[in-house]
Every structure is written in structure tokens, then in C-alpha cells.
């Protein structure tokens, strides 16, 4: 290994053949799969988790096409820096040359510096390449964004972090006891660069690389959890009934669990969701409103950000009235639904488009309600008429 040089980056994979993972963007026979073979790679933008490979990706795109590869961080390069590489490259396209300007974190360009970047990516000048943890529909401008194809890239599944790890691991000539990798995927939660990074870290201590050094090296070890396994339901049922039962404090506490453990803050914005409506209901109806606007707060700002947003969120639901009359309507109208099957809807609450539907009677009788008194009216189907689903609260 080259000195000073971080594995992730030392083993960073230089062709198709040797990334590991994200099947569905790039695997045999994707869209982006055959766009590369053929050399015909248009400007595009990755979005993805930390460590899902858009960096590694970009650099493979380049290798392949045999394009000349320039590499800005968005937080240190400017407008100045991009003019200085749109000659070159358009020195290099008058030789044949082409070149692939790859942007990480171009969520971070202001839109001064992306617009710089249009007319470049619109002649050919440049083909660009952004990379972006943040939601491109928030993060990148219209105009640019029209202008690139999307790529979407996800967290490297456990499975595939394994193999990163074997596969590094085997290459320095270290022998992984049982479980390891698997306790180093686990805790990477999708992120081969941390994965790799652990790694690292571990083949600097003398002697065998045990769990618990894993463990130490994270310096969260009573944190440990698999997101599919018991534990990740535990937490989320107790965070559940810790709100159901309008206890803050223990509330906030699963919730800073999850998050700390690696949760994916939108899966728990998801569960406060469907607890504003299953269990706090039409007791408080602005509940629903607020946890719409956690995920949403997720999904604009992420980690470690959106954690007081999810906490916000989840205390006021926890202090929130519950009210299930909603939840008991919904589940009783299932039962009746999978029992009954597909009832007849009554001929005067159908529409009459057409005059043959009308002579069959569709529509006739149907009492208006802002004009006629409908008290006597039933909705229902008439086998389950009189049917009773909803039952409010007091």
C-alpha cells in the first residue's frame, strides 16, 4: 500500500469489472452500462449516500472513454477555476480530446457558478459529471438539471460492503476472523468508504482483528445493530408506544438511539407519518401537517441536521391528543371490503356521461346535497346499508 494514501482511495476499482455494488444504475446491460461501452457518456449528475461510489464511478467513466478527467470540490473551486479548464477543454475537443469535468458536492455551487456551467455542457465543450448527497430537485438548478441525466445511486447493501472488505482484505494479506466483515458492513451502514476506513484503522493495531476492537475503534459499541434485524424493531416499537403513551422523555430517547445507531432518518420521518394519522388521528389534525414537514426537512438537509427536526416532531406527537377512530374506520372498512368483495355501487350515485347511461338510470334521483336534503340517502351499497365503519371519539 502507498504511504499516506487512505485504503478507500488506494483500492478505489479502475474499471467496470471491478466495482462492487449499485446493479441497478450500472449494472450489465443499464442504460449508464452500455452509454459507457459505447462511448456515448452525456453530462450527468449522481445522487446518492456518502460512499455509494459516485466519485469512484466518475473516475471509471473516464477511464473507459478514455476522456481527460479534471476533479473539482465544489467548496474550493469557483468560476475562475472552471474558465481556465473550459480552454483547455476546448483545446483538447479541437484535438479530439475530450474531457469530463467531474463536480463533487455540486449541490454547494451557488447558481451564479452553475449557470456557468450551461452553455459548456450544452455545445460539448465539457462533459459534466456532479456529485450530490442532497436532492437535486432542492440542490441543482432547473435549467442545469434539464440539461444532465440523473443518476441515482443507494446505500451499498450489506452483501456488497462484505465483499469490498474480503476483497480488501485479501489483497494486504489479512485474515479476517468470523463475523468481521460482516460486524465492519453492519456498522459502515452502505458506506464502502467508512467501511474500508474501519478497516484501516483496524490493520494498525498489532495482533487479531476481533470484534471488539471493531467495536472500540467506532467508539460506539452499545450501538451496535443490524437495521433488519430485532433490534431495529425493538427501537421502533419502543419509540411507537413511548408516543402512544405521551411520554417525552423516553420518546426522544429511541429516537436518538435510532439516529445514532445509523438509522435512516427517513425511515423513522415514515413511521411519524403514520403515527400522526393511526394514532393521533382527527384529535389533532396539525400532526399530520408536522411530520409531512419532518420528511421533508429529512430528505432538504439530512445528518446530522434533520435529528432535532425528527425530535421536534416526535415530541409533539408524543404530547399530542391520540384519537384511533381513523385507524378502526380504515381497518374495519378493510375487513368488510376483503369480506364483501366488489358490492354494486347504487345506480344514482354513478355518473351519466352518456345518454345511454342515463336511460339505464344512472344518476336518477341522486338528492344534491348543497341544494336537497340527503338524511335520507344512502351511500352504502345495499347489503352492507346502514354499515357503521367510523366511530368517533369523544
Known sequence: MIENTPLAAYFRPKNLVEFVGQEKAIGIG?????????????????????????????????????????????????????????????????????????????????????????????????????????????????????????????????????????????????KLGKGIADLIAQVANGDARKALSILESATEHKGEI???????????????????????????SALHKSMRGHNADATVYYLVRMIEAGEDPLYIARRLIRFASEDVGLANNSALMLAISAYDACQRIGLPECGVNLAHCAIYLAKSPKSIAVYDAYTQAQIEVEKSGNLPVPLYLRNAPTQMMKDLGYSKNYKYTPLQDDSNQEYLPDKIKGKKFFKPSS
Open 210 to 236: 476481533t470484534a471488539q476492537l471493531i467495536k472500540d475503534i467506532i467508539n460506539k459499541p452499545g450501538l451496535l445493530y443490524d437495521k433488519n434485524g430485532e433490534e431495529h424493531y425493538n427501537l421502533i
Open 30 to 174: 443499464t442504460w449508464l452500462y452500455q452509454a459507457i461501452k459505447e462511448d456515448r457518456v452525456p453530462s450527468l449528475i449522481f445522487w446518492g449516500p456518502p460512499g455509494s461510489g459516485k466519485t469512484t464511478l466518475a473516475f471509471i467513466i473516464a477511464k473507459e472513454t478514455k476522456a481527460e478527467f479534471v476533479e473539482f470540490s465544489a467548496t474550493s473551486s469557483g468560476v475562475k477555476d472552471l474558465k481556465i479548464v473550459v480552454e483547455r477543454a476546448k483545446e483538447g475537443k479541437r484535438l479530439g480530446q475530450k474531457t469530463i469535468l467531474f463536480i463533487d458536492e455540486i449541490h454547494r455551487w451557488n447558481k451564479a457558478q452553475q449557470d456557468a456551467l450551461l452553455p459548456q455542457v450544452e455545445n460539448g465543450t465539457i462533459t459534466l459529471i456532479g456529485a450530490t448527497t442532497e436532492n437535486p430537485s432542492f440542490a441543482v438548478n432547473g435549467a442545469l438539471l434539464s440539461r444532465v441525466k440523473l443518476i441515482v445511486l443507494e446505500a451499498l447493501p450489506k452483501d456488497d460492503l462484505e465483499k469490498i472488505i474480503k476483497n480488501a482484505a485479501k489483497r494486504l494479506s489479512i
